[in-house]
């Protein structure tokens, strides 16, 4: 069995459902990195999202981008504001990965409406580097509560092709955010844009407890809660992919949940949702992250 593929809106590209998260190799040593990449490629994962935010996961993993670039739809981002460092930034992150031009190059981590405001010098940097052929597509991603009208509104402003957001059970609880998110995904649908779904898997914040896993919030790590994390994000109409969670330990269990999917009813997911009012929310990310 290998990764279904969707396509990804206006791109074009037939993105595997489970998308490779480069912030797994945000510590993690060369062979960690090596053996996580020949697993997800094994499975049919034919895309990877990665940052030069995440650690040292440009540097560890730049050789394997580079070396299986012609079958890799490679996204990167940058969290920069600037116009010259946004520019800085994305040649570097090309001289990294070894590659000519990324497929898609995202404004990273928009929270809300405010810093969305803050980020029309980067917008605007990272269209021009796609008529440069930098880039052949220009998307946004964040994660926080603010992060579904901020990008409704940046679809809007901008010629955006892609989204990344939370698309998790407990996020869904929230009604505000549940009711950004379906606005998003209707004007997603009508413009053909793109939608990836990250934090899939998420269950709480650390709190005080020890952190037993890489994330900055806990995520579930039994096969049998990631399963149903997996059914219920990629049964969300309107996400074509989720991204791989930020441990390498806990890839080849998502990868499985991935490979296994089978939608899940309506009625199971609104179940899920109201179970899930009862953890605590891992947002805002400014007073929960670990």
Known sequence: MTLSTRRLGRTGHHSSVAVLGGAMFWNASEATTTAAFEAALTAGVNHVDIAPSYGHAEIVAGPLVAAHRAQLFVGEKTGRRDPDGVRA?????????????????QVHGVTGLDDLDTRAGAFETILRARDEGLTRFVGITGH???????????????????????????VLADPDYAADLAALLRECARRDVGVM??????????????????????????????????RFTLST???HACCTPGDPDLLPLVLAAAEAYEPMPADERAALVEESAAWDLIFPLEANAR
């Open 89 to 105: 930034q994305l040649e570097t992150s090309l001289s990294r990965l070894g590659c000519d031009s990324f497929d898609l190059y």
């Open 237 to 239: 109409p309107g996400v």
């Open 144 to 170: 926080d509560l603010g992060t579904a009208a901020a990008q409704l509104e940046a679809v809007r402003r901008y010629d955006l092709d892609t989204v990344m957001l939370p698309v998790y059970p407990r």
């Open 197 to 230: 779904a990250i934090k899939v898997g998420a269950w709480r914040p650390w709190g005080d407890r020890e952190k037993t896993a890489l994330p900055w919030y806990e995520p579930f790590t039994d096969p049998e809660h990631l399963h149903r994390a997996v």
